[in-house]
């Protein structure tokens, strides 16, 4: 279908307002950023999780990014952007003992396709679902052998 011609002049004008992109759709629920280890040799894994799957940012590794430097981050470091926290990935060659095994807890809007995309990559995970309507996590794995929860984010009405 063709539109009629427009009966007016319209040039749209350029905005002056900095542009700002859109945060990523997964919210980290911690109060500050998230310190993990990473095995080295599995960065390829993480990127395909994190940013594959569960639709984190990845921020590059330069010691001039401004999001690093606001949180004094050195550059060596695997850093994935949320959109209220970063998780930071420091590089180790053995895995330390942990004193404790808590997730990394996660929501996400895609909760959905996320748990299809776990079938589909035939990645472990239990789903785990409570008494409370809506309690419904996935428990799994990352690439590294960190504990991650994902649950959906629902608006609160």
Do not use: C
């Not at 905005?15 to 390829?44: S, W």
């Not at 004193?99 to 995309?117: C, G, S, T």
């Not at 419904?136 to 929860?149: E, V, Y």
């Amino acid at each position: 279908m063709e539109l009629e011609p427009s009966s007016i002049d319209f040039t749209p004008l350029r905005d002056p307002r900095p542009f700002m992109p859109a945060l990523p759709p997964v919210r980290v629920i911690a109060i500050d950023d998230v310190r993990l280890f990473a095995i080295a040799g599995h960065e390829v894994e993480l990127d395909a999780f994190y940013v594959g799957l569960l639709k984190f940012e990845r921020v590059p590794a330069d010691a001039a990014n401004p999001i690093l430097a606001r949180r004094g981050v050195s550059a060596d470091r695997i850093v994935y952007r949320g959109e209220n926290a970063l998780i930071l990935f420091e590089v180790i060659e053995v895995p330390p003992e942990r004193p404790d095994y808590r997730p990394l807890v996660l929501e996400i809007p895609h909760y959905a396709d996320f748990l299809e995309a776990l079938r589909v990559e035939k990645i472990d995970f239990e789903r785990q679902r409570g008494l409370n309507p809506g309690a419904d996590i996935a428990l799994l794995r990352d690439p590294s052998g960190n504990w991650i929860s994902v649950a959906h984010r629902r608006p609160i009405m």
